[in-house]
């Protein structure tokens, strides 16, 4: 008898995939509309993305090939254990490139790499309610989502500028989903936000201490929230990625050594490793190939 | 004042299972008119105003509102999307406790651009205008304008609370012991306030207050409740220098000795 006899595929007994799948085809149904279900104790504490798996969990199949990334990257704790947990319960295909991948589980980070149809991106959820902030009454919060009543949000937005004479809110910044409901896109940087609009992927978001489902089907509008005077605006950075080049994507900042130095390279390692392979160099790349190079002559 | 009334208020009760909370209480209010509704504690007057603003549906009775369509609509039939959208755009309600009615932990300036933004006001800069004329209107300073009301005195936050309400212009305010929890000193100016406000925007206004004094400044025409029923009602100054009933001798009589 082997490990994996001891699991049901992908962990969860059939009844609570089947009961987590009626959930998010009613999330699909109702876009960016938050479907309580009841969420299950996973091996590992909450926070550590137990709703996110249980997405995944409940929709993976033999055939899937899976990645999963935590701050865009593939190779963090966080992302290393659910990979493994997966490969262990699932006995699936795992790879860390953005394109080879069927479902993609994130934290924080939306790749890249445009999605396409086929995909499916399974976001790790801590709080779904973008209400939450300023109404801590969960049944006046599903009576503004019921009614519409969304003014909170901008209160909100008008805080962020009255404090910071601008909108400084980065993470987390809450959309509008099909011109009707209003939803938190988990913390990943409003970067990301753009990606989310009329994506060609499905994106499914799981809470499991909130034990909340959502979802952005493919080809869905999702509109940042702002003001007429204040526009959305996504962060932009003042130069490229040190190791490849990059421009246009999210940087991370890495400190070098203690004398101050420091530089920025792509928060999404498989978009810059590929970027590298592909011959593309950044600053502090370029000097240290012409070494090696120089040294192998 | 206009012909037709506002709210129609026809034979209203409200029974808490078997205790009377008020019972058949009648009246017609008109727009600009301020109506105070007095009587000791316990006689039904929370109870009467929860009723009139959909706060609590009446056991028995009928509310009617005239629209801004010209329309009379029963309150009680109304979804609760339209009578929450009544209760923020046409209605106020300034509650006893400030907390109760204001964001404590958001900005003066946000909590008077709330309502605005709930009806879908997006220029960040005129919602700011408009919160800044607010606060000088009800006498505070502009530049708190970024402060959160826990900062604020007890007489400023029930300022707030009013700027709060009215910044959308609506035609009926409920208030619940405005100066309840208020120093001498703090409801004087309070009520001058509220006297003028109410004046130049032709509100109308149901001020429950336990204070004759409040009602005698405020109101128009006043009701007296008592055990949930309302006893005598006229104009404020009939009902005050010449009460009919007994019970309302005797409120008048030692109001007068203190
Ligand atoms: N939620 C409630 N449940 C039961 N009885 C209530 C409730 N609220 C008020 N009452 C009763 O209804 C009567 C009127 O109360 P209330 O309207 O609060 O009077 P007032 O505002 O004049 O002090 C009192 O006898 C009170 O005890
Ligand atoms: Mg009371």
Redesign the interface.
């Known amino acids: 008898m082997n490990d994996l006899a001891n699991y049901n595929f992908a962990y969860l007994d059939e009844q609570t995939k089947r009961m987590i799948r009626r959930a998010i085809l009613k999330a699909i149904a109702i876009p960016g509309y938050q479907v309580p279900f009841a969420s299950r104790e996973m091996p590992m504490p909450y926070g550590w993305g137990t709703g996110g798996v249980q997405v995944t969990a409940s929709i993976l199949g033999p055939s899937d090939v899976l990645k999963v990334i935590d701050q865009g990257a593939d190779d963090t704790t966080n992302a290393v254990s659910i990979r493994a947990f997966f490969q262990k319960v699932a006995n699936v295909a795992v790879t860390t490139r953005t394109a080879d991948a069927t479902i993609i589980q994130t934290r924080h980070r939306i790749p890249e790499e445009k999605l396409g149809e086929g995909q499916t991106l399974v976001y790790q959820v801590p709080i779904p309610e973008p209400l939450r902030f300023l109404e801590p009454r969960e049944t006046e919060t599903r009576k503004m989502h019921a009614l519409e009543e969304y003014g909170l949000m901008h209160v909100k937005l008008y805080e962020d500028i009255a404090r910071n004479g601008h909108i400084a809110t980065t993470y987390a910044y809450p959309v509008k989903v099909e011109g009707r409901y209003v939803m938190d896109p988990s913390p990943t940087p409003k970067f990301d936000n753009p990606k989310m609009h009329m994506s060609e992927a499905l994106q499914l978001f799981g809470a499991g201490r909130e034990k909340r489902i959502y979802a952005v089907p493919p080809y869905t509008e999702v509109v940042s929230l702002d003001f007429e005077d204040h526009p959305f605006e996504v962060q932009k950075f003042d130069r490229p990625c040190a190791l490849c080049g990059a421009e246009n994507v999210y940087l991370d900042e890495v400190v070098l050594d203690d004398k101050g130095g420091r530089m920025f390279v792509c928060s999404d390692t498989d978009h810059c490793e590929d970027r590298r392979a592909h011959g593309h160099a950044g600053a502090m790349l370029a000097p240290a190939a012409k070494e090696s190079q120089e040294a192998a002559e | 004042m206009s012909a037709v009334p506002l709210l129609k208020v026809s034979d209203v009760s409200k029974f808490y299972g078997s205790r009377i909370g008020c019972r058949n209480v009648s009246f017609e209010l008109y727009p600009g008119e301020v109506l105070a509704i007095v009587g000791e504690s316990g006689s039904g007057k929370t109870t009467l105003l929860s009723c009139l603003s959909t706060r609590l549906m009446p056991t028995s009775g009928v509310v009617e509102y005239h629209m801004r369509d010209g329309q009379y609509r029963d309150l009680a039939r109304m979804s609760?999307?339209e009578r929450?959208f009544l209760m923020r755009t046409d209605w106020g309600f300034v509650h006893q406790n400030p907390a109760d009615g204001l964001?404590m932990?958001?900005?003066a300036?946000?909590n008077v651009?709330?309502?605005l933004?709930?009806?879908g006001d997006?220029?960040?800069?005129n919602?700011?205008a408009a919160a800044g004329d607010w606060l000088r209107r009800v006498e505070i300073e502009e530049d708190r304008?970024?402060d959160q009301p826990r900062a604020f005195s007890g007489g400023m936050r029930q300022r707030l609370q009013i700027a709060r309400n009215l910044v959308t212009s609506p035609r009926l305010v409920f208030m619940d012991e405005p100066t309840g929890g208020l120093d001498v000193s703090v409801q004087a100016r309070l009520l001058d306030l509220v006297r003028g406000l109410v004046h130049d925007l032709g509100l109308a206004a149901v001020i429950v207050t336990h204070d004759l004094a409040v009602a005698r400044l405020l109101s128009h025409r006043m009701m007296v409740m008592k055990d949930g029923a309302v006893i005598e009602q006229g104009l404020t100054d009939r009902v005050l220098d010449d009460p009919r009933e007994p019970y309302t001798q005797l409120l008048v009589s030692s109001i007068l000795q203190v």
Do not use: K, L, P
């Open positions: 609760e999307a929450r964001r932990t958001v900005s300036g946000a651009g709330e309502r933004m709930a009806v997006r220029h960040y800069g919602i700011r304008i970024d």
